[in-house]
């Protein structure tokens, strides 16, 4: 019997499962497939507390979570021996309205339309001023998601790749076991980690929210800084592909890409970076987010003595990767529950 089941093998699961076994657990996770349709091979790896806006405790939770990347970037490289495209590039965040731009002028990291201009060239006549914020950055998700796995392996956890698990059967108070497709699997804890299709497993509510993404390649390579528009973001990779993104739809587990959705990303992309227009279009791709209320992640302990959540990290699961397998990993081996897990 392992003693942690980890369901769920995305950035959240696979980082948690890490963070376990460097404290010396004993892990197995189970995903039925890695890289699959989830947040993590979705997403644009952007680390933007600040570009995103966020508040109160979840911006200090952010903030903390961005702060750690270095070292656990460092660590992941270390056991892995692969890149992971972290790049502290600087991120704009341009207002595109009066009505915003009178709000963002107000803000001390608020730079005007000049000095926008000279951080990064070639922005379009629609961008007012900008927040220059130059602690928010990016991996790229996708050579994170491999360097996870390779360093899980690494570590002798124990991946079951292609399992679906059907049900967690529990009593009043623990879990007994997980119903899967290779029969009955057990541990003495168990962390569900399964982003948008917690609810299968799970009343939680934590439901999917589907997003088109699109690349271009920029061959000359003029876009070195994020820039995080009101309605789309624009990412740079160091290899030239410059990641565009996202919509945000409600409907369900919906699949594929539409032409209205890679339209709408390419007109908003296209006013606030004009070169964007000529450059040839390198892939299309869709993925779900696991939103839960108010944008809030669901952490910690559960109704079930031997299950930890770890799910509903929404738009921010790469950014929250760090901190949310350290706190995870800190309850279940040492009993610390950190004040902001409340």
């Known amino acids: 019997m392992t003693d942690v089941l980890v369901i769920g093998g995305g950035i959240i699961g696979l980082a948690t499962a890490i963070a376990l076994s460097q404290k010396g657990a004993n892990v197995t996770v189970i995903e039925r497939e890695i890289c699959g349709k989830g947040a993590t091979w979705a997403a644009a790896g952007m680390l933007a507390p600040e570009a995103e806006r ?23 490289m ?15 965040a341009p207002s595109l309205e009066e009505s915003d731009h009178q709000i963002i002028s107000q803000h001390p990291k608020y730079i005007n339309r000049e000095e926008s201009r000279k951080r990064q060239s070639g922005l379009g006549e629609s961008v007012l001023g900008s927040l220059w914020l130059p602690e928010d950055g990016q ?15 690494s570590l002798s956890i124990k991946i079951l790749e292609g399992v679906t698990v059907y049900q967690i059967a529990r009593d009043a108070q623990r879990v007994i076991h997980l119903d899967t497709s290779v029969g009955n699997l057990q541990g003495d804890r168990y962390i569900l980690a399964t982003g948008a299709w917690t609810r299968s497993l799970l009343p939680l509510p934590v439901k999917p929210i589907k997003g088109q993404m699109l690349s271009v390649f920029d061959r000359d390579r003029q876009l070195q800084r994020v820039i995080y528009a009101p309605s789309c973001y624009i990412v740079p990779r160091q290899d030239g592909q410059i990641v565009i993104g996202a919509t945000v739809e409600d409907n369900g587990f919906s699949q594929g890409n ?20 000529n450059m040839p279009i390198t892939e299309t791709w869709w993925g779900f987010r696991p939103h839960a209320p108010n944008e809030i992640p669901i952490l910690g302990a559960s109704d079930y003595e031997n299950l ?29 529950k950190d004040p902001i897990l409340q």
Request: charged letters at 15%.
């Open 54 to 76: 966020l508040e109160g405790t979840l911006l200090d939770f952010g903030i903390r979570s961005r702060d750690m990347y270095p070292k656990w970037i460092a660590n992941l």
């Open 78 to 92: 270390r056991l892995s021996g692969l890149d992971c495209g972290y790049w502290c590039c600087g991120m704009i």
């Open 139 to 153: 991996v790229n998700n996708r050579k994170l998601a491999k360097a996870l796995l390779t360093t899980a392996q």
């Open 258 to 277: 539409t032409a209205a959705g890679l339209a709408q990303l390419l007109n908003r992309a296209i006013a606030v970076y004009p070169a964007i227009s």
């Open 308 to 336: 930890i959540l770890a799910t509903g990290h929404y738009r921010n699961g790469i950014l929250f990767a760090p901190i949310t397998a350290k706190l995870i990993a800190d309850f279940v081996i040492e009993g610390i």
